[in-house]
């Protein structure tokens, strides 16, 4: 109990303490509270993570009747990650905010939302009260919509903060949906009344109250078809932001979903494919628009939803694992699902983080204004790198665990499946293979446009390497990716708990296969040292042989014909060319071409402009249908200043006059009754 | 053990074996068996030229390139004997580090800003992407078929028994002899001796790599072409003894190399566009090797 109270008054006493000092004592302090914050919730996470839950309940209200705090090993996974991914981004952050310093009302705003989306996020992994969780759901909500408009000065970041806030409130009303509609059935807004309710309702009841709360907690994660604000916002924000609302912020939703589905019982098969389904479409659709973007942070901001995608198919064959009892099959699923969500948080945020260092550098993330940096930034262009490995699931880094894991999951199913469940399997496995090597298209697209070959544009500054201090975040978040490629099996061990609270009340059937993929994780870290042995070697052999040859250097190859250099390159447009004109039926892409039809043709143009066909349909035209009926009623906002006094007037008579109107027609009714 | 020794040995004679058959079937003298080999001993003992464009990343991706196919090879077991490493979802581990490869050699070929590499390396991701479902889907109907999750179990317990399962085989055949076709840059897809930058993949994409590095690419297109005889040959040596098993893998992997110039032959290479195409068509014929495992195993009602 202690603890949290210190939590709550260091936090208050932070947000006195930033708004009286000078700029750069607001992030020391934003950094060191965030710090402590972080360390001290860490502890209790890892006691809860390792060995027993930590507990208390706070006396609420009559309101919302007693608040329990519980950190079970669910969410202490949640909150290592959360505090992990805050803390580097709090250090990163404090780095790159320098060149703004200036902007002192904006940073005094940002360090206040910083510190209360920490602390937020935190409450939503631990709070067991409808309510209460709520209310942190909605600070959390406004806090990232401050965050994200740090550059409220350009019209783009207002309106994609906007569209976030919006669709961020859409989100809650379906939370609160759920929770009133529990809360009037119980009486109650514990999290074990939804446990006891749905325990003594029909399955349909109960499928009907999670899909509730999936749908709004799919907002957040960004599940397509809900996605549609995560592009926006991600780009808009500044880095260390995106870093975070990508790594731990769309998690939250997921959190969400793992909550709910250990508390609601639930008819979990049909759930189960429900969310497979849901989660291949997702991962399918967000991979396939990521490929065709030019921005380097839209692109990032689609691969989230591919992720979230991917970690959908874990959870949904975790699903479909408990309605099955396959214990292996769960437990396969949903660990995959909770490790993919540390590593995409770790290597999302460290790919962020690497945007903005060039960013920083080149004033420009659109690909094809950008090329060659690594000579320049050949730190942040090796982070990305690593970062881009993995988030394309290839080995030896951490995405590989856990997408082997899933796909473990999915070949396990395949001996207790009959034969709707081995089509479906079929169309997974094969998604989900689509999935990383549209990935691979689309990273090794990102990494050699931007970071290889010549610049495709003059920078306006020269381009110069960050400093070590926003790239020491980046080296911690890469540690961590390097221990859990290497070392898969200590983090599989930790989480046993997390992945016990689900599966616990499976009994153990022998006839199941025994699946090894687990224990094929042990042979890993050698296989991955062998690997790096090997290449070190080979890279010593050449060593020792070209010692003794001539090394020439000279222009690249250019069949014949070299003079225009670096125009003559790739372009991120030309790369994926074959790509989006196979995909052309599925994808939505503007083009501005201009014939040439002159003998001397003078500088043309050329403009692509991918478009989201969801989003045109979901959204857009809604969005066109409603104002074209408000439009009906323009004419009543007619600037006249006597006519608005009118409308004043009629509201206020009206207002009055109701319940006598009303009184009088049940007077009639009683006396036509009467006779 | 026994397989890394026989791929490494196969790999020396493939290349050649397909060169000749080429040439005997053309008319032509042509280079001997082991020409191929001379090539890349020659390759290893000469200088390099680098490009200035180039970076970092292209002085280390052929050597990255050639470990990830020799970390393919030590999962790939010989009929029952076990690879040098053998685990559950060792054909993940084989395909997502086969992806590993491919990915540096895709990001060397960017590296040197050349608008013909970035044709060929554009090429590449994506053909490679389509070929993948294909071979996850068989894999993946054989441990139905056999109840087994890795390389070694499933060749082991794969008995070819009724016709059914003899059509499967030569579905399998087909499809991974194809996906070898892709994934090495051969003909009806790709062309290793056209004279067109512009209608080149693979080759394309190593225009500028020089001496030991090239030499590196090359050894590893032919242990990738040997890797694939044996995963071919493993489906038709499973439960067999030594005696048998070893002869066959031999005279497989031969065969292969033949049918392999026999198609470089007598095929022209598909026009660009239709690529994909037939690079889908691969993932339907899995699906129908999966669909006839449902079949052998009764799951249809």
């Known amino acids: 109990m202690a603890l949290i109270n210190v939590i709550i008054v260091i936090l208050l006493l932070t947000i006195i303490l930033i708004l009286s000092v000078n700029t750069v004592s607001k992030g020391i302090i934003t950094l060191s509270t965030t710090i402590i914050i972080g360390l001290s919730t860490s502890f209790i996470a890892f006691k809860a993570l390792l060995t027993s839950s930590y507990e208390i309940v706070f006396s609420g209200t009559l309101l919302f009747g007693t608040v329990p705090v519980k950190i079970d090993a669910l969410s202490a996974w949640f909150i290592l990650t959360i505090n992990f991914t805050i803390i580097t981004g709090a250090v990163y952050g404090f780095n790159y905010m320098k060149k703004y310093r200036e902007r002192k009302n904006d940073i005094t705003l940002h360090c206040i939302a910083f510190i209360l989306v920490h602390f937020a996020l935190l409450g939503i992994c631990s709070v067991q009260n409808g309510f209460i969780f709520l209310l942190l759901w909605e600070m959390m909500a406004i806090s990232v919509f401050i965050l994200v408009i740090f550059e409220h000065e350009k019209p783009d970041t207002i309106k994609a903060g906007v569209n976030y806030l919006v669709q961020s409130h859409i989100s809650i009303v379906f939370l609160m949906l759920g929770f009133i509609y529990v809360a009037y059935k119980t009486q109650s807004y514990g999290f074990d009344a939804i446990a006891d309710f749905s325990d003594h309702q029909s399955t349909l009841a109960g499928t009907a109250l999670f899909l509730c709360f999936f749908a709004g907690f799919a907002i957040k994660a960004g599940f397509v078809p809900f996605h549609t604000w995560l592009p926006y916002a991600h780009p808009a924000a500044p880095t260390h932001v995106s870093g975070i609302m990508s790594g731990v912020v769309i998690k939250i939703g997921i959190y969400g979903i793992l909550r709910m589905l250990i508390l609601i019982k639930t008819d979990y098969t049909t759930i189960g494919y429900f969310i497979l389904f849901v989660s291949i479409f997702t991962g399918i659709y967000g991979v396939m628009l990521a490929t065709i973007q030019h921005d380097l942070k839209k692109l990032l901001a689609y691969h989230s939803i591919e992720n979230i995608g991917i970690i959908g198919i874990g959870i949904g064959i975790g699903c479909i694992g408990l309605g099955a009892t396959n214990k292996w099959m769960a437990i396969l699923g949903f660990s995959g699902a909770l490790l993919h969500t540390l590593n995409h948080s770790l290597f999302k945020s460290l790919l962020f983080y690497s945007t903005g260092n060039v960013l920083q550098a080149a004033h420009t993330v659109n690909m094809e204004r950008l090329g060659g940096i690594i000579k320049k930034m050949p730190r942040t262009s090796i982070l990305f790198l690593i970062a881009a490995i993995a988030i394309c699931g290839l080995p030896p880094l951490n995405g590989f665990i856990s997408e082997f894991l899933i796909l473990g999951g999915l070949y396990n199913w395949l001996y207790s499946a009959n034969l709707i469940s081995l089509v479906t399997i079929v169309f997974s496995i094969g998604g989900l293979v689509l999935i990383g090597g549209l990935a691979i298209l689309c990273f090794s697209k990102a990494f050699s446009i931007v970071f290889l070959g010549n610049a495709r544009c003059i920078p306006p500054d020269e381009i110069h390497e960050t400093g070590f201090w926003q790239l020491f975040p980046m080296y911690m978040t890469v540690s961590v990716m390097i221990i859990i490629g290497l070392f898969p099996s200590l983090f599989l061990d930790a989480l046993q708990r997390p992945v016990n609270l689900f599966t616990h009340h499976i009994v153990f059937n022998m006839n199941l296969i025994k699946v090894g993929a687990i224990d094929s994780l042990q042979t890993f870290n050698l296989l991955f040292m062998g690997l790096f042995m090997f290449v070190l070697g080979l890279l010593l052999l050449k060593k020792l042989i070209s010692n003794k040859k001539i090394i020439k250097t000279g222009p690249t190859w250019g069949c014949g014909y070299n003079p225009a250099g670096s125009k003559l390159q790739y372009t991120a447009a030309s790369f994926v060319r074959s790509y989006s004109k196979l995909a052309k039926p599925l994808l939505d892409i503007e083009k501005k071409e201009v014939e040439i039809d002159e003998v001397f043709p003078s500088g043309k143009h050329y403009e692509t402009d991918p478009y989201d066909k969801i989003e045109r349909l979901l959204i857009d035209k809604p969005l066109k249908l409603i104002n074209k009926i408000a439009d009906l009623f323009l004419f009543l906002q007619n600037g006249k200043l006597q006519m608005y006094i009118l409308y004043g007037i009629i509201f206020i008579t009206a207002v009055l006059c109701l319940p006598l109107i009303i009184d009088k027609i049940i007077a009639i009714l009683h006396f036509l009754n009467n006779l | ?301």
Request: aromatic letters at 14%; proline letters at 3%; charged letters at 10%.
């Open chain 2, 1 to 301: 053990m026994l397989s890394i020794i026989l791929i490494l040995f196969c790999s020396l004679f493939f290349t050649g074996i397909i060169l000749r058959t080429k040439s005997i079937t053309s008319g032509r003298k042509g280079p001997g068996i082991m020409q191929p080999l001379r090539d890349v001993i020659r390759l290893f003992k000469k200088g390099a030229v680098y490009s200035e464009t180039t970076s970092i990343i292209f002085q280390i991706a052929p050597a990255i390139y050639f470990s990830t196919v020799i970390m393919a090879c030590l999962v790939i077991p010989f009929g029952s004997y076990k690879g040098i490493v053998s685990f559950d979802g060792d054909f993940i581990f084989f395909a997502y580090i086969l992806a590993l490869g491919k990915f540096f050699s895709i990001i060397s070929a960017m590296d040197t800003g050349s608008s013909f590499e970035g044709m060929g390396a554009s090429r590449e991701a994506l053909y490679s992407m389509f070929a993948e479902p294909a071979f996850f889907i068989l894999i993946g109907s054989f441990a139905l078929f056999t109840g087994k999750t890795s390389f070694n179990e499933i060749f082991s317990t794969l008995h070819l028994g009724s016709s059914i399962t003899y059509m499967l085989g030569g579905m399998a055949s087909f499809v991974m002899i194809m996906i070898a076709l892709i994934e090495n840059s051969r003909m009806p897809v790709d062309d290793p001796k056209t004279h067109l930058e512009l209608t080149m993949i693979h080759e394309v994409m190593v225009l500028d790599n020089s001496g030991f590095d090239l030499g590196l690419i090359l050894s590893a297109g032919y242990l990738k072409f040997a890797m694939y005889g044996a995963i071919i040959a493993d489906f038709f040596i499973g439960g067999l003894s030594l005696m048998y098993a070893l002869p066959l893998f031999l005279l497989i992997q031969t065969l292969f190399a033949v049918t392999v110039g026999m198609i470089e032959s007598f095929m022209a290479r598909f026009r660009m566009n239709h690529n994909p195409q037939f690079i889908l068509v691969l993932s339907s014929v899995s699906f129908l090797i999966f669909l006839g495992v449902l079949l052998v195993l009764e799951k249809f009602i």
